[in-house]
DNA sequence: TGAATAGTGTCTTTCAGACAATATGCC
DNA sequence: GGCATATTGTCTGAAAGACACTATTCA
């Protein structure tokens, strides 16, 4: 594992940070924004909720720890997933120099199932308007998380990542009414939506309840695009 | 430094990666768009052209880290700095596993200086459009780079990082064309750019040449401020 | 036919973009 | 007066926002 060079290049001799991942799941449910958490069994914050995440490992990248770990912890695969922002304060993590590098994902209620080898009372989704007391920097990761999301939803697609692979436009409308907070006029809303080009009718209708059934939508394309 | 069982709980056991901070240091000059580049003394990727960057240290937080090797580097100090984005391939680092925060900070040209104690043939600005051949992934972090700062363009005040604290309006929308690679109609750009709001008049007037002098603006705010 | 949600069009205002003439200073 | 750059306004088209009625299904 030396390198032949050590004497100068060496780069081994320096002390050297931890690094983790750490991982925002973003879902909607019940009309909620929603986040998974996991709760701590281990000293620091024993007890408390916590971002799921961890250990970096030496061969893999960070996007692949970041995926890595979110299957790991929510079963979740093939979902949205970006990175976020680096959080690296020397005291963020009481037991050693930790950088943490939070990435954050977006699934449709559909695409989740957490383990049901685990204990409910450890894991669990919870809505951002009210979360519990957050172990190490997570409270300030989940405020930065939540804003690249609405700032994003402004002008990309991403929204794709918070519905199934076909919805109604109210269903689309709820989404982004949940994550602005504000109510949207619905003529509006689908006029812009649908003058983006982004989305595709489908030839299913929704059918649900005593009214008129809803035409079903896709996104043309669930990778990431910018708009404007 | 194997791992076991036992280092559960200590982090300080497993292996871990270096981490370092790369620096973007953008700005303008002779109407192109600038990065400081050093040339490597060091293998690997030695005599090659790189951005400056170096490891973090254990008691410093990744922006004061960034904040000091610009300083070392470039002398610049009080800029412009924002986190960029973390790199982290397993490979991008022949000696080791490094994962590299990248940032980027804007300096008008007034305000830096090469240290004269540094030989000229090892640091220097190079336009982003004739770039040599970068060390490790840098290539593709300058792209990065350049990428953001033009979406922030449209959407921000940064533009104050880059001018000198007074400033004309057409040496602003020489900024604005030089980054967005366009002409811009000059009607329409001032129109735009006062009605943000963001610029105060100066009392003080451009005198230069035989022609009308230009009334100098200056930013209301040198924080970064988001716009729509 | 009543309840519930889906679906649709117009008007007004605002903003972006195209476009050219006058103003001011120095020589 | 000539030169060089600064400064200014109108028109048009597109998009955003306010606003209310009709359509369809099921019970």
């Known amino acids: 594992m030396m390198n032949t060079d050590a004497s100068k290049y060496d780069v ?4 050297r940070p931890s690094v983790t991942v750490d991982l925002l799941l973003f879902t909607i449910e019940d ?13 620091p914050f024993e007890g408390m909720w916590a971002l799921p995440g961890g250990f970096v490992q030496m061969d893999e990248s960070l996007d692949q720890a970041a995926k ?6 929510s079963g979740v695969k093939n979902v949205f997933l970006e990175q976020l922002y680096t959080f690296g304060e020397p005291k963020r993590d009481p037991r050693t120099r930790v950088i943490t590098v939070a990435y954050y994902a977006l699934a ?4 989740w199932n957490l383990k049901a080898s685990t204990d409910a009372s450890e894991v669990g989704f919870f809505s951002v308007k009210e ?5 190490f920097d997570h409270k300030e990761i989940v405020e930065y ?26 269903n689309l409308q709820k989404v982004y009414e949940i994550i602005l907070g504000k109510n949207i006029d619905k003529r509006n809303f689908r006029k812009k939506i649908l003058s983006t080009g982004l989305l595709s009718p489908t030839t299913h209708k929704q059918m649900k309840g005593a009214h008129r059934p809803a035409l079903l939508y896709k996104f043309s ?5 910018n708009i404007d």
């Open 131 to 135: 979360l519990p007391e957050l172990a």
């Open 68 to 73: 890595r770990e979110l299957r790991e912890e």
């Open 221 to 225: 394309s669930r990778k990431l695009i």
């Open 12 to 15: 081994t001799k320096f002390d």
């Open 145 to 170: 998380g939540i804003d690249r999301l609405r700032s994003k939803l402004g002008y990309s697609n991403i929204a794709f990542g918070l519905v199934p692979e076909e919805f109604s436009l109210t």
């Open 108 to 111: 449709a209620s559909e695409e």
């Open 31 to 43: 009309e909620e924004l929603k986040i998974l958490l996991i709760k701590r069994k281990e000293w």
